[in-house]
């Protein structure tokens, strides 16, 4: 029986791939507009504005008429069954590059409204699917492979803002899954998904709060790739809940200097599988992160010179391990010999003490230096950022950069260092991500897929040291874009047992084609190698050894407007891993699963 429905499944993926190659010529000529691009290949995100209804100049193509759902986990790569009136088919513009000047405030996110400056403040959008899955490998393990269907309801609510006071958007849903036959009923489970992110100003010109919140599904351990996460069996998934806030100050001084302080709270949770995969074997904790901020940067006045002093003190409350203060004061220097060649550095003093990763403790000089080349506009549209130095004690190199190598097709690039725990690191990509036109959660700089899981360590309580290098390229060519998103990450656990590094490697390549305006295919495929991934080898007696993960994933689907906002969405998915790990009766050796889903979502 296991047989027949793998070769089913499979087969049911052949003809998805057919149906999104072979669209006739004709349907290709109809759709004369620009694709967006899909952010798991490095999408730029356009420039907000903030500020009063109006104020944002319209984004050209078709407005939504909804926001998309948020991603299903791990990366904030689009969701494949996102209806077409969800997404915007005009490929987005360029950011302006980092900067020491203080921008003013503005929000962090496009609102609805920015593509249709006719449309009422605020936009409130019940919605609802339901879907049926069909896999031959429900429990992901590699023997015996089970099949199983799966009934999910998902009520949910698309909100968008964009008044004098606040810019926002959210998109989550509550999802019900109930598992066929009954002998699978112990994984049924209740789980939400939540993207939100939003600025709002308290006293105009003086004081302003910034918002951002995630409830995502992740799991504990290590391996995984770009699949949905939220599809893993209840027994590997862990529901991760991040919230932050974020109040600051600004005043300027006559075009001389610019000032802010910023109070920064972060909260993270979780629920579910929570056991950790790493020594000594714990379980997640809850933290809590209290940082504040004081910026002084020179103003308008200086052009050739910048200069912007930083002093920070943080707070960070989570496990023994985990838990740790810090102190750090330092300048950014900025000299622009002409427009498009500047020298950078930094020079400054951190103190960071973890009391329960010894390892991690430091105090000392830290420091950068570099330049940048390049800017962006439109007689040179690229820039790239590089800086050689030591910050929290860890010498490596940080930068970014973008490249438009053609009028079509986009390069992205980022490089950062340092030393933190897994709440720290996402409370921080919260912070600074966005909302992308396809409905991926990418960096508000770069546009690279924002990371709520690390393929080669899962999530744990550990400390570590880590580089984390990104590059995407990206090219719309309507009706079709295409893009590819590479990683590199290197993490090495500073809490004891000291173990050695974990490396891990990805890349995704996606394709979306807009076939008509009711009809839009979606297919990628993604690779990961983890090497040194720390697993537990036995649950009676839990021991750790190091293991490599090869892991493939690849999805074929289709999304077609059956009605007035009513859409109906094919999705066949196949994933495959070379090494399964041993925890709580989780997985044994190779393990493949096929799945394909049937989906009915409807807006109100």
């Known amino acids: 029986m296991a047989v027949e429905w793998h070769s089913n ?48 100049p319209p984004i050209p193509g078709p407005a939504p008429e909804t926001l998309p759902p948020p991603p299903g986990g791990g990366f904030g790569t689009p969701n494949p069954t996102a209806p ?87 998109a989550g849903s509550a999802n019900g899954l109930v598992y066929l036959p009954s002998s699978n009923s112990n994984l049924n489970q209740v789980y939400g998904n939540l993207y939100a992110n939003g600025h709002a100003t308290i006293y105009s010109d003086l004081l302003f709060v910034d918002f951002q919140n995630v409830i995502t599904q992740s799991t504990t351990l290590p391996g995984f790739g770009f699949q949905n996460l939220s599809t893993l069996p209840r027994n590997q998934q862990t529901q991760q809940y991040v919230n932050n806030v974020s109040p600051y100050i600004v005043k300027s001084f006559d075009g001389w200097v610019d000032t802010q302080l910023r109070y920064f709270f972060s909260a993270s949770n979780y629920g579910g599988a929570t056991a950790v995969a790493t020594v000594p074997s714990t379980t997640l904790t809850s933290s809590t992160l209290n940082e504040g901020t004081f910026i002084a940067a ?17 707070s960070y409350t989570a496990a023994p391990t985990a838990q740790n203060t810090q102190v750090s004061a330092f300048n950014d220097f900025e000299y622009r010999f002409t427009p498009g060649i500047a020298g950078l550095a930094r020079l400054g003093y951190q103190n960071q003490h973890y009391p329960g990763s010894p390892a991690a403790n430091f105090a000392g000089a830290t420091w950068l230096a570099g330049g940048q080349l390049g ?20 010498y490596g190199i940080t930068g970014a950069a973008q490249v438009n190598l053609t009028p079509t097709l986009l390069l992205t690039a980022s490089a950062v260092q340092g030393v933190a725990a897994q709440g720290q690191l996402f409370a921080s990509n919260l912070a600074t991500s966005t909302l992308s036109p396809s409905g991926g959660v990418v960096n508000q700089t770069t546009g690279l897929p924002t990371a709520f899981y690390l393929p080669g360590v899962g999530l744990s309580n550990n400390v570590y040291r880590q ?42 390549l996606t394709y979306t084609r807009s076939m008509r305006p009711d009809l839009s295919g979606y297919a990628s495929v993604g690779y990961v190698n983890s090497v040194n991934a720390p697993t537990v080898t036995t649950v009676v007696t839990p021991t750790v050894s190091t293991t490599s993960f090869d892991t493939v994933t690849a999805q074929l689907g289709i999304n077609y407007v059956l009605g007035r906002s009513l859409t109906g969405s094919i999705l066949y998915t196949f994933s495959y891993q070379n090494n399964g790990a041993v925890l709580a009766g989780g997985r044994n050796g190779d393990v493949a699963v096929n799945q394909i889903q049937f989906l009915l979502s409807k807006t109100f």
């Open 375 to 394: 800017t962006l506009g439109p007689d040179q549209p690229a820039y790239v950022i590089l800086e050689y130095g030591r910050q929290q004690g860890v």
């Open 298 to 314: 020179t103003g308008e006045n200086f052009q050739q010179f910048l200069a912007r002093f930083t002093a920070d003190t943080s």
């Open 467 to 508: 580089h984390v290098y990104q590059a995407g390229l990206s090219e719309v060519i309507p009706p079709n874009a295409y893009s590819l998103f590479l990683f590199y990450n290197q993490q090495h656990s500073l809490t004891p047992a000291i173990t050695a590094s974990t490396n891990s490697l990805g890349v995704n």
């Open 84 to 170: 077409p009136y969800s997404v915007n088919n005009e490929a987005p513009t360029l950011l302006s590059p980092p900067t020491l000047r203080l921008l003013p405030p503005q929000a962090g996110v496009v609102p609805l409204q920015a593509y249709d400056p006719t449309a009422p403040a605020i936009i409130i959008r019940p919605f609802a699917s339901a879907s049926e899955i069909f896999t031959d490998n429900v429990h992901y393990t590699h023997s015996p492979r089970d099949f199983a269907a799966i009934t999910t309801l998902s009520p949910g609510v698309s909100f968008s803002a964009d008044t004098p006071r606040l810019q926002a958007v959210a």
């Open 9 to 56: 499944l499979a087969l049911c993926g052949c003809l998805l791939a057919g149906l999104l190659v072979g669209t006739p010529a004709a349907a290709q000529g109809q759709e004369g507009g620009p694709q967006n691009q899909s952010s798991s290949g490095g999408e730029a995100v356009p420039p907000t504005t903030g500020g009063p209804v109006g104020v944002t």
